[in-house]
């Protein structure tokens, strides 16, 4: 018998390391090759590492929300096979890396077994006691400020579903009277959560924003967009307000190009960009996320709305790629009904503008002779300050107040 020592793989281009979320083995637990051993997050997407061998697992390599370095020890395996020399697997998992778009297999090498209890150094107990459940189901406990070691599972093995959720979620609140009401829950942030928190804190941190907040009569585009959906093929995707506004941001750009750009502060450079790509801030199960909608420029409305329509379902779903979340030139920003009369939306770093969409409304509006009801909508854009002035930001968003409450304008050449 013989214990493989498997590394963690490279996943993804100038990655030193990435965070241990989930253990989908434990140890004990027998697997097969091409079983997923675990899940580790970069600073985009979750990967799935497979196993190489077929064994029994022996030692577990990190705790849960602990970063990995690449190359380092994963998982031991014990195994009957025969493991090949460790500069085969390594050059096996590079070329995986190159050549694929999923990550490449575990890197792993044959030596004697290291520290094979918890007493020498490998968390084992505690992933033995760790609750089943799927990452989706752990990022929606984790949003939800619920411990699943309190979760009975219904699933395999005692795996934790959506659905044990949602009936420990609706369970009876305890009384007034009950000792637990006065109970303090600590809950570590890890996974796509940390990753959030440490975006927001540097885009915070690094961009002295300046937000404009500009009211909107969305009238005759909300005319126009019902007109488009009760008149659009079955094939089509239904229309909402944002491919309009993706639409209209091109136009816009064009005249400011300016604004769809990347600020390296380091390097003190500005990046403007032909092609408009647009994220799409979109809640998920697991917390924020910005699928990208490429190349704008080149989009039909019908088009737009379709692909904005699939990467947001890929990001809610958790099957989007590396190159669904990254890339984008500029952000728009929308809780749709939710949104509020104005927001101040942070900087998608190293972006210079994001532009938030708020609540729509009827509100009265003068006419010269009297109040008429007006369907309106805010926008609130932020822009970096350092490099666009107050007087660019206010231009831009006065164009694109201008497209929007002419929507005609946004599908003819000037």
Known sequence: ?????????????????????EWHVAVGD??????????????????????TVEGTVRWLGGEIGQPLAIGGDLIGIETEEAAPPPA????????????APAP???????????????????????????PLAAPAVRARALSAGIDLRRVPGTGPAGRITHEDLDAFASAPAPSKDDPATDSVRETKLTGLRRKIAERMANASRRIPHITIVEEVDVTALEALREQMNAGRAAERPKLTVLPFLM???????????ALNAHFDDEAETIRAFSSVHIGIATQTEGGLMVPVIRHCERRSIWD????LARVAEAARTGTASRDELT?????????GPLGAIATTPIINHPEVAIIGVNRMEIRPRWDGAGFVPRKMMNLSSSFDH?????????????????????????????
Do not use: C, N, Y
Not at 8 to 17: K, N, S
């Open 1 to 21: 018998m013989t214990v493989v020592t498997m590394k963690l793989p490279d996943v993804g281009e100038g990655i030193a390391e990435a965070e241990l979320v």
């Open 30 to 51: 027998t697997v097969r090759e091409d079983q997923i051993l675990a899940s580790v997050m970069t600073d985009k997407a979750t990967v799935e590492i497979p196993s």
């Open 88 to 99: 085969h697997r390594e050059a096996e998992g590079l070329e995986a890396a190159e050549t």
């Open 104 to 130: 490449a297999a575990p890197l792993a090498s044959a030596e004697p077994e290291p520290r094979s209890s918890p007493a020498e150094g490998r968390p084992a107990g505690a992933a033995e006691q760790r």
């Open 247 to 257: 639409l209209a941001l091109v136009r816009a750009i064009k005249d400011q190009p």
């Open 304 to 307: 737009a709305a379709g692909e």
């Open 327 to 335: 890339g984008s030139t500029i952000t728009i920003s929308s809780l």
């Open 386 to 414: 350092r490099v666009v002035d107050g007087w660019d930001a206010a231009l831009f968003v006065k164009r694109l107040k201008t497209l929007l409450e002419t929507p005609a304008l946004i599908f003819v050449e000037m």
